[in-house]
């Protein structure tokens, strides 16, 4: 039922924020650039979307359980 539905949503909710989470830890640990409309992100943006996207990740993954 809606329930079910629910935790589908957070559990995919959950897989994506984790790999942006790991996307944005890759950039960091192999100095990707990120370049949005020719402005260069800097680390530090990443640094912030680890934390969030993990957070986020982890909130969604308890409703999923």
């Given at each position: 039922g809606?329930?079910?539905?629910q935790?589908?949503?957070?559990k995919?909710?959950?897989?994506?924020?984790?790999?942006i989470?790991i996307?944005?830890?890759?950039?960091v640990?192999l100095?990707?650039?990120?370049?949005i409309?020719d402005?260069?992100?800097p680390?530090s943006v990443?640094?912030i979307?680890i934390?969030v996207?993990?957070y986020?990740?982890?909130?969604?993954?308890?409703?999923?359980?």
């Open positions: 809606e329930i079910m539905k935790k589908q949503v957070a995919i909710s959950a897989i994506v924020f984790v790999v989470a996307l944005h830890l890759i950039r640990v100095g990707w650039p990120a370049i409309a402005f260069q992100l680390v990443s640094l979307a934390v996207a993990g986020i990740a982890y909130e969604n993954w308890k409703v999923a359980r």
